[in-house]
Structure formats: structure tokens, C-alpha cells
Nanobody, 124 residues
């Protein structure tokens, strides 16, 4: 059974920083692309960032480009999302997900396993 567990969410002020972590229970992590998604109240779930299996290729949504950094440590089966210069509009539940393949994907249907989500609230 593959399980993803997010941590690191919380309440932060505008301009602050948070780092989200996503740990994977089963050792298929280092062959799979991974992604971070978020869903704000009343909105659809959108991709935030994605990374291929090796970490060499990354993608960022325009709204977070230059502020967020996705990374992974395959030795620790863990993915990270460093979030800086947070804005009120970054408030959402953040989900990590594991893709079926190693290549980076922006398509949510490519992601077969999802975490339970962690709340990020940015207060002004």
C-alpha cells in the first residue's frame, strides 16, 4: 500500500515562509514523478509544482514562479515545497501526489496516489 503523508502546513503572515514535506511509505518514490497541488475554498484543485523522478526537471504554475521551490530527496523518499513571500491567495489545502511514471506531468490524471492534504493559511 502506497501512502503519502504531507506535513508542514500552518498559519503564516503575508510575506512569510513555510516548507511542506511529503513522505512516501513505499520505495517506488525514486522512479516516479511527483507533484504539489492546491485547492482553495470554492475552487478547483490546481497544480502548483511538479518534479520528475530525478529532480532535474521542474514545473511551476505562473502564480508561484519565483516564490516556491520544489525539490526531492530520493534517499529519504521525501519531496519538499519551499514557499517564500507567501500571499493571502496562497491560502489553500495543499496535496502531494505520486505520478504513474517518471516523466514530469501537469495532468492530474497522471497521478495515482494522493496525500490527505495539509492546510496553509496566509493571513494579512
Amino acid at each position: 500500500q502506497v501512502q503519502l503523508v504531507e506535513s508542514g502546513g500552518g498559519l503564516v503572515q503575508v510575506g512569510g515562509s513555510l516548507t511542506l514535506s511529503c513522505g512516501l511509505s513505499k520505495r517506488t518514490f525514486d522512479t516516479s514523478a511527483m507533484g504539489w497541488f492546491r485547492q482553495a475554498p470554492g475552487k478547483e484543485r490546481d497544480i502548483v509544482a511538479a518534479i520528475n523522478w530525478s529532480g532535474e526537471n521542474t514545473y511551476y504554475a505562473d502564480s508561484v514562479k519565483g516564490r516556491f521551490t520544489i525539490s526531492r530527496d530520493n534517499a529519504k523518499n521525501t519531496m519538499y515545497l519551499q514557499m517564500n513571500s507567501l500571499k493571502a491567495e496562497d491560502t489553500a489545502v495543499y496535496y502531494c501526489a505520486k505520478a504513474l511514471f517518471g516523466a514530469l506531468s501537469l495532468d492530474q490524471s497522471s497521478y495515482s496516489y494522493w496525500g490527505q492534504g495539509t492546510q496553509v493559511t496566509v493571513s494579512s
